[in-house]
Structure formats: C-alpha cells, structure tokens
C-alpha cells in the first residue's frame, strides 16, 4: 500500500509516494527530478494504463481528457488504492494555432 506525507511547516521529513501511469518510468524522469525538488524523499511506483482516447490526443482539452482516463483504469484495475496520489502522464500534440 502507498502512503503520502506532506507538510511543510513543520520542518519534519517531507516523503510522498507517487504512481505514474506509465510502465516507462525513464519517460517520466523530469516528473520525477520536479517532484523530488519539493519532497525530500519522493518514491515513484509506475503502472500502466490506459485512455481509451485517441493514441496522440491533439489539444489540450484531449490530453486532459486522455490523463483522467489513465487515471480512473489505473483505479478501476484496483492497481492502486482509493486514496493512493496518482499522477496521469500522457503525450499529446499541442495546437498553437486552433484548427490548423
């Protein structure tokens, strides 16, 4: 089972527990290294999922989209609790310019 702990006022050890929904955890290393400059010990578990969503989601509103449908199938396979911090990673094509 995964715990987090956070806080920050109090200055005690700050850990968090994390999931990724990728199985390539060496894709997710900037996740990683951002998380690991907040908490001081930051332990990554990654899981596959899946979006049931376009394979490269276009816009961010699809991305988005995408990332809660990881989330919620990483759930729903019971791959992690309920209150597990589950953290969805997804690649997508961002749309400078809407329509083109």
Do not use: W
């Amino acid at each position: 089972m995964l715990h987090s702990y956070l806080s920050f006022s109090d200055g005690r050890d700050q850990s968090i527990t994390l999931t990724l929904t990728s199985d390539d955890c060496e894709v997710s290393e900037s996740m990683k290294d951002g998380f690991r400059q907040v908490f001081e010990h930051a332990v990554f578990k990654c899981e596959s999922s899946v979006s049931n969503i376009a394979p490269l989601p276009v816009g961010h509103s699809a991305g988005l989209k995408a990332t809660q449908h990881r989330i919620m199938s990483l759930r729903k396979t019971k791959k992690v609790a309920e209150l597990d911090v589950v953290v969805g990673l997804e690649e997508m094509i961002a749309e400078l310019l809407p329509g083109k």
